[in-house]
């Protein structure tokens, strides 16, 4: 049973090139959630995903990024236009989530190092 | 911030030795959760202890939560060198649950 997997693990875009980043949630789990961290920082959430709907973004910033969780094929964070200031370490998690709403634990992924030039 | 904060920041202790690190928090909890996250890799869940819970233990791991202090610990007893890595607290409140990440200990164990 696979886990939460990213890729590429690691990424480098020069400044004004496009990055796309891939989950695959574990398999089951429909809710998908997308985190940065930025070196000796803790994870910032950017958007939270259910298949075809995009459930809170709201920390995902509103130019040059952009999230889909299509109904078949993985999770792409897409950041369009890059600058430097986008190089940190993006993580994916997934849940089976819950119609009652409770908490469920998240599963993370090794992440996705991006590097602008 | 709504953030959970830990402290100390960093933590270096001598393999055998327990560790304690702390997270506090502004608002009411839903769920507090502990993280683990080794060097350049993912998260890994450690424990999660809910509002209505004030202690939980799992092998080496005991966390505890003081809803009225809102603050919680982390404790690792006889602490090895894999036990090196950071630690991160992680709370969600309210309608949302969507955890909240503290900046994280990074702690280091001595062999």
């Known amino acids: 049973n696979a886990g939460v997997m990213q890729n590429p693990r690691h990424l480098v875009r020069r400044r004004g090139q496009e990055a796309r980043l891939r989950c695959s949630p574990m398999?089951?789990?429909?809710?998908v959630y997308w985190y940065r961290q930025l070196p000796e920082e803790g994870l910032k959430f950017m958007v939270y995903l259910q298949k075809e709907n995009i459930i809170d973004e709201s920390g995902m910033p509103k130019e040059r990024f952009s999230a889909e969780f299509p109904k078949e094929g993985p999770s792409i964070l897409r950041i369009q236009q890059v600058v430097r200031g986008d190089s940190a370490a993006y993580f994916c998690?997934?849940?089976?989530?819950?119609?009652?709403?409770?908490?469920?634990?998240?599963?993370f992924g090794p992440g996705t190092r991006l590097t602008v030039l | 911030s709504q953030q959970g904060e830990e402290d100390p920041q960093a933590l270096s202790i001598q393999e055998g030795e327990n560790a304690t690190m702390n997270c506090s928090y502004k608002?009411?909890?839903?769920?507090l959760q502990w993280y683990r996250q080794n060097s350049g890799r993912g998260l890994v869940h450690l424990i999660l202890?809910?509002?209505?819970?004030r202690e939980k233990h799992s092998g080496r791991l005991r966390v505890t939560l003081d809803t009225s202090k809102k603050s919680s610990s982390l404790l690792i007893t006889a602490s090895r060198a894999a036990d090196t890595a950071s630690y991160f607290c992680?709370?969600?409140?309210?309608?949302?649950?969507?955890?909240?990440f503290g900046r994280g200990t990074s702690l280091i164990v001595h062999p």
């Open positions: 998690a997934s849940s089976p989530g819950s119609a009652g709403g409770l908490h469920n634990e998240q599963f």
């Open positions: 202890i809910r509002s209505n819970e």
């Open positions: 608002t009411s909890i839903n769920n």
């Open positions: 398999k089951g789990h429909s809710h």
């Open positions: 992680a709370r969600d409140s309210g309608g949302s649950y969507i955890p909240t």
